[in-house]
């Protein structure tokens, strides 16, 4: 019969529709990178500060003047040894901390970086906190040695320490600060991804850092030369 519908076609089943990419994960990995990188930096700045004590006072011992080593010692630590440990806790920190977020994650992963500005506010204060513990582990060495008195270490520190050099740490903190808040909003999703391993991202942070780093000493230095 020319009437009688075809039940199968009127009732065919719908066409699947194509399967729907799942949504990223957002994380704001920021405050956790700034709160943990005073803990860290108080542990880089006294591995700092001893390495470099204990080079200095090696090297000064071979002229008999090691009683200058606690000066020596703190105004590197003002001038750039500070600052550098700060930049490398946040480094770390912020390296470690956005791998294992790539890693836990099972889907694609976002960083949101609204408040990665924090990082740059916080990071002057980071610095004195690494210098203090790096300037920490040199009173501790130099008490620790037989003839090691707190006198002798503060007549130490005014024979060297100068104004300029906590203006100098100053100038090379902001400096460094604002050159890796840039770095991590750039990063940031990079270290996130699960293609490379925790090792290459720790290389990678480290030379990113060093050689403007570098350069910006240079720079510093050319307008300061003392």
């Not at 294992?100 to 906190?129: C, K, M, N, Q």
């Not at 008490?143 to 104004?163: H, N, Q, V």
Request: proline share 8%.
């Amino acid at each position: 019969m020319d009437d009688k519908l075809d039940l199968g076609q009127a009732y065919a089943p719908p066409v699947a529709s194509p399967p729907v990419a799942p949504l990223p994960d957002v994380i704001s990995p920021y405050d956790r990178i700034v709160r943990l990188s005073f803990p860290v930096g108080a542990v880089v700045g006294l591995l700092m500060g001893c390495v470099v004590y204990l080079q200095s006072a090696y090297a000064l011992s071979q002229f008999n003047a090691q009683k200058n080593a606690p000066g020596i010692v703190c105004v590197i630590a003002l001038r750039g040894l500070g600052p550098g440990s700060a930049v490398l806790a946040v480094s770390l920190t912020a390296a470690v901390l956005l791998h294992r977020a790539g890693r836990r994650a099972r889907g694609p992963i976002e960083v949101d970086h609204a408040r990665v500005l924090l990082v740059l506010a916080t990071f002057p204060l980071l610095s004195v906190v690494t210098t203090l513990f790096c300037i920490l582990a040199s009173v501790l060495l130099w008490l620790a040695e037989p003839a090691g008195t707190p006198s002798e270490y503060l007549a130490s520190l005014s024979d060297f320490m100068r104004w300029p050099d906590p203006v100098f740490g100053l100038a090379v903190a902001a400096g460094s600060g604002g050159f890796l808040t840039c770095l991590l909003r750039i990063g940031a999703n990079w270290l996130t991804t699960k293609k490379h391993g925790l090792a290459l991202k720790l290389f990678v942070a480290y030379a990113t850092l060093a050689i403007p780093n570098a350069v910006l000493r240079a720079v510093l230095s050319l307008v300061d030369p003392a």
